[in-house]
């Protein structure tokens, strides 16, 4: 037996020993591939710093390079980091790179730059310009506050232009300071670049003084900085500055040339524009346009015109600066055939919004409804966005046409619209006559249009009030916007007063009136029979309704009218009216409003001589 055991252990040894062989084998194999086509992660060297050596022809990199998706990303993101490489600041620097470029992944990137210990400035700046790029300057200036200050990432001289634009971009002129004098205390004041930003960056800030030191601080100076310090005094509004240091440069370019042309034109000075202008080496596509915009802005339409014409090659800028001046200049025939012009043979331009802006108001001012919507069918069918401004010029060009329905269809097609499209509306109301659809919107602007009227408002409804005969209704919408929302009255406003009191027969008070161009009319103390007026109306209206009769008897007893109320209670009690239905139109609501105010006002007025 004892012979059998040990038989049977040596057995046991020889196979424990070919399984141990055959492990040995195994582990000898490298290790199988998670995606067969993906390459895998080739042995490198150690730096003496104990990172791994890693070259630009790497096969990971290359592999990276290639990407065109976020799924392939992911896998190869993986083996970069299980193979420990993420940490080399080459793969970490390629990671961050294909993140922003191509995906556009922000925050994947911020995230990869968390993952790597030590980043370096390549990463950092590389996040802050796709922030930048993708319109995101606050988020770059927290992500360079919380990421790269608050890690101590040693900061470069890429670093400070892109941060010193993005304080320009935000206006915050403190993160400015705090720049600049980063930038003294590294000492990177003395490079070019981050020099040039500086001065760029005071100019938006509208310090040209002190990027007039930067620039005056600096021993080498480029286009560039010539460039920006001439810009920056011309949009300051010192051109004569601008003049001198135009004057002292060693070269220029066409970008310098306009800079002086634009100061010109803003200033009105076109003799000396034209003399730069034909100085110049050669003129571009913005020469030509600076030169009929100062035209267009000094009101010489002949000189814009001449040099329209004489443009070699016109762009949608040329055209739309002569088509606003026409429109300004009340030609609005010559704008029409311009556009015309535009469309047939315009240099292969098409029309933007501003072109079609122009044309609308030209078309509603001569009442070119066929002009109008060949416009509009041509907005829609070119899947034009129309902004506020479109869909008001759009709308005022039906409303001034008369077609109500047209501008009530762009009306409520607008999310977000201006007093301007509210007065269009009322103002297309007014012209056709309907002043209960008028004053229902002045109604709706109160209720849903979170703007207040303005003087403009005033006009159109008591315009629309006066074509209407609406007389009550027009003095209460008087009294209310001067009251309530303290619209100044003005001259054309009490030229309306005026014609509303000639048609209710108060020619005397009409007299009265004229020549007050401030003073605000009180009408509902001065003439008490007018609550008698608006019953009467109200109970045409509503006449199965108790309110008018109730509003009227609280008006008699505070004047003392008793026999009034009585003769009021009466007529009640005849018609046996006990309740106010609830589904009052604007009309009657206005009438209701009025009633309530002169009999506040009438108790006011009682409690005062009794007193």
Same mark, same amino acid.
């Given at each position: 037996?004892?012979?059998?055991? +040990?038989?049977?252990?040596?057995?046991?040894?020889?196979?424990?020993?070919?399984?141990? @062989?055959?492990?040995? *084998?195994?582990?000898?194999?490298?290790?199988?591939?998670?995606?067969?086509?993906?390459?895998?992660?080739?042995?490198?060297?150690?730096?003496?710093?104990?990172?791994?050596?890693?070259?630009?022809?790497?096969?990971?990199?290359?592999?990276?390079?290639?990407?065109?998706?976020?799924?392939? #990303?992911?896998?190869?993101?993986?083996?970069?980091?299980?193979?420990?490489?993420?940490?080399?600041?080459?793969?970490?620097?390629?990671? @961050?790179?294909?993140?922003?470029?191509?995906?556009?992944?922000?925050?994947?990137?911020?995230?990869? #730059?968390?993952?790597?210990?030590?980043?370096?400035?390549?990463?950092?700046?590389?996040?802050?310009?796709?922030?930048?790029?993708?319109?995101?300057? $606050?988020?770059?200036?927290?992500?360079?506050?919380?990421?790269?200050?608050?890690?101590?990432?040693?900061?470069?001289?890429?670093?400070?232009?892109?941060?010193?634009?993005?304080?320009?971009?935000?206006?915050?002129?403190?993160?400015?300071?705090?720049?600049?004098?980063?930038?003294?205390?590294?000492?990177?004041?003395?490079?070019?670049?981050?020099?040039?930003?500086?001065?760029?960056?005071?100019?938006?800030?509208?310090?040209?003084?002190?990027?007039?030191?930067? #620039?005056?601080?600096?021993?080498?100076?480029?286009?560039?900085?010539?460039?920006?310090?001439?810009?920056?005094?011309? %949009?300051?509004?010192?051109?004569?500055?601008?003049?001198?240091?135009?004057?002292?440069?060693?070269?220029?370019?066409?970008?310098?040339?306009?800079?002086?042309?634009?100061?010109?034109?803003?200033?009105?000075?076109?003799?000396?524009?034209?003399?730069?202008?034909?100085?110049?080496?050669?003129p571009d596509a913005v020469s030509w346009n600076c030169m009929i915009d100062g035209y267009a802005a000094a009101g010489d339409v002949v000189m814009a015109r001449v040099f329209f014409d004489r443009m070699p090659r016109r762009n949608v800028v040329s055209w739309n600066t002569i088509l606003a001046l026409y429109v300004r200049n009340k030609n609005y025939t010559e704008c029409l055939r311009l556009y015309e012009e535009m469309v047939d043979k315009g240099d292969g331009f098409k029309p933007n919004k501003a072109?079609?802006?122009?044309?609308?108001?030209?078309?509603?001012?001569?009442?070119? @409804?066929? @002009?109008?919507?060949?416009?509009?069918?041509?907005?829609?069918?070119?899947?034009?966005?129309?902004?506020?401004?479109? +869909?008001?010029?759009?709308?005022?060009?039906?409303?001034?046409?008369?077609?109500?329905?047209?501008?009530?269809?762009? #009306?409520?097609?607008?999310?977000?619209?201006?007093?301007?499209?509210?007065?269009?509306?009322?103002?297309?109301?007014?012209?056709?006559?309907?002043?209960? %659809?008028?004053?229902?919107?002045?109604?709706?602007?109160?209720?849903?249009?979170?703007?207040?009227?303005?003087?403009?408002?005033?006009?159109?409804?008591?315009?629309?009030?006066?074509?209407?005969?609406?007389?009550?209704?027009?003095?209460?919408?008087?009294?209310?916007?001067?009251?309530?929302?303290?619209?100044?009255? %003005?001259?054309?406003?009490?030229?309306?007063?005026?014609?509303?009191?000639? $048609?209710?027969?108060?020619? *005397?008070?009409?007299?009265?009136?004229?020549? *007050?161009?401030?003073?605000?009319?009180?009408?509902?103390?001065?003439?008490?029979?007018?609550?008698?007026? $608006?019953?009467?109306?109200?109970?045409?209206?509503?006449?199965?309704?108790?309110?008018?009769?109730?509003?009227?008897?609280?008006?008699?007893?505070?004047?003392?009218?008793?026999?009034?109320?009585? %003769?009021?209670?009466?007529?009640?009690?005849?018609?046996?009216?006990?309740?106010?239905?609830?589904?009052?139109?604007?009309i009657t609501s206005i009438l209701y409003s009025m009633l309530c105010e002169i009999g506040f006002e009438l108790k006011i007025s009682t409690q005062t001589v009794a007193n």
């Amino acid at each position: 037996m004892s012979l059998g055991l +040990s038989r049977s252990r040596g057995r046991g040894n020889s196979i424990s020993l070919d399984k141990f @062989i055959e492990c040995r *084998k195994n582990l000898s194999k490298p290790s199988p591939r998670l995606w067969p086509h993906d390459p895998r992660p080739q042995t490198t060297h150690l730096e003496e710093t104990g990172e791994p050596i890693v070259e630009i022809h790497h096969p990971l990199l290359q592999k990276l390079e290639s990407l065109r998706s976020l799924n392939d #990303f992911d896998q190869v993101y993986a083996q970069i980091v299980v193979s420990g490489l993420l940490q080399h600041s080459l793969v970490s620097g390629r990671v @961050i790179k294909k993140l922003c470029t191509c995906f556009n992944s922000v925050p994947r990137a911020a995230s990869v #730059f968390d993952s790597v210990d030590e980043p370096d400035a390549f990463l950092g700046n590389t996040i802050l310009r796709c922030l930048l790029n993708s319109i995101q300057p $606050l988020g770059a200036l927290r992500f360079y506050y919380e990421k790269m200050v608050a890690r101590c990432v040693l900061q470069n001289h890429y670093t400070f232009p892109l941060i010193a634009k993005v304080c320009a971009e935000i206006g915050f002129v403190k993160d400015g300071e705090k720049i600049h004098a980063l930038v003294s205390k590294q000492g990177f004041d003395l490079d070019l670049f981050v020099r040039n930003s500086l001065i760029h960056m005071y100019s938006v800030f509208g310090r040209i003084r002190d990027a007039h030191k930067v #620039f005056d601080g600096g021993y080498m100076l480029d286009l560039v900085s010539w460039n920006l310090m001439v810009d920056g005094y011309v %949009k300051k509004g010192r051109v004569d500055i601008a003049r001198k240091l135009f004057d002292e440069m060693p070269e220029r370019d066409v970008f310098t040339w306009n800079s002086m042309l634009c100061g010109y034109a803003k200033v009105k000075d076109m003799e000396e524009a034209l003399y730069l202008f034909e100085a110049m080496p050669a003129p571009d596509a913005v020469s030509w346009n600076c030169m009929i915009d100062g035209y267009a802005a000094a009101g010489d339409v002949v000189m814009a015109r001449v040099f329209f014409d004489r443009m070699p090659r016109r762009n949608v800028v040329s055209w739309n600066t002569i088509l606003a001046l026409y429109v300004r200049n009340k030609n609005y025939t010559e704008c029409l055939r311009l556009y015309e012009e535009m469309v047939d043979k315009g240099d292969g331009f098409k029309p933007n919004k501003a072109s079609i802006t122009s044309v609308l108001t030209a078309c509603g001012k001569l009442g070119r @409804i066929d @002009i109008g919507k060949r416009i509009h069918l041509y907005v829609t069918s070119n899947s034009i966005k129309s902004d506020m401004l479109l +869909s008001t010029a759009l709308l005022t060009m039906y409303a001034k046409c008369g077609v109500m329905d047209m501008a009530r269809e762009v #009306f409520d097609g607008m999310r977000e619209r201006s007093i301007v499209s509210w007065n269009s509306m009322i103002m297309g109301y007014g012209m056709s006559g309907d002043g209960e %659809k008028a004053a229902e919107m002045v109604l709706d602007l109160e209720k849903y249009g979170n703007i207040e009227p303005n003087g403009a408002t005033l006009v159109c409804v008591l315009s629309a009030c006066v074509n209407a005969g609406m007389v009550l209704e027009g003095w209460w919408v008087y009294d209310r916007l001067t009251r309530i929302y303290n619209v100044e009255p %003005k001259v054309e406003h009490h030229g309306c007063l005026v014609n509303l009191l000639a $048609l209710a027969g108060l020619t *005397k008070d009409s007299e009265e009136l004229k020549g *007050k161009e401030t003073q605000s009319v009180i009408w509902t103390i001065s003439h008490l029979d007018i609550g008698e007026i $608006l019953a009467k109306r109200l109970m045409r209206l509503k006449p199965s309704e108790v309110g008018p009769y109730v509003l009227l008897s609280y008006v008699y007893a505070i004047d003392g009218k008793w026999e009034g109320v009585e %003769k009021v209670r009466r007529m009640m009690d005849d018609a046996k009216l006990c309740r106010i239905v609830s589904n009052s139109s604007c009309i009657t609501s206005i009438l209701y409003s009025m009633l309530c105010e002169i009999g506040f006002e009438l108790k006011i007025s009682t409690q005062t001589v009794a007193n």
